[in-house]
């Protein structure tokens, strides 16, 4: 599975980002059976999870994004979202997003949360 992550950029504290996580060469009916996750690795750090969405469409979260995160599928336009709000300097990091089955990662995006 071919993922392509983009969306990232520079945000002050506060601010907002959504991500997306596209697989362009996956046909609709293989997509819809995907599990997909966002990663991010900040510097120095291991690479965390953040978010996972099933194909059935339940969610989950990692502690620290609990309700200021959301993660959420198209399966028509072949896309995994993630929206970030409330957005804080902890937040910074490289976000990759995953499939778990085929143990697929896209190229990642940075995002950074600064003043």
């Known amino acids: 599975v071919q993922l392509q992550a983009s969306g990232g950029g520079l945000v002050q504290p506060g601010g907002s980002l959504r991500l997306s996580c596209a697989a362009p060469?996956?046909?609709?009916?293989?997509?819809?059976?995907?599990?997909i996750d966002w990663y991010r690795q900040a510097p120095g750090k291991q690479r965390e999870m953040v978010a996972s969405i099933m194909s059935d469409g339940t969610t989950k979260y990692e502690d620290s994004v609990k309700g200021r995160f959301t993660i959420s599928r198209d399966n028509s336009k072949k896309r995994i979202y993630l929206q970030m709000n409330s957005l804080k300097p902890d937040d910074t990091a490289v976000y990759y997003c995953h499939e778990f089955n085929s143990d697929s990662w896209g190229q990642g995006t940075l995002v950074t949360v600064s003043s």
């Open positions: 060469r996956t046909i609709s009916s293989t997509f819809w059976g995907l599990d």
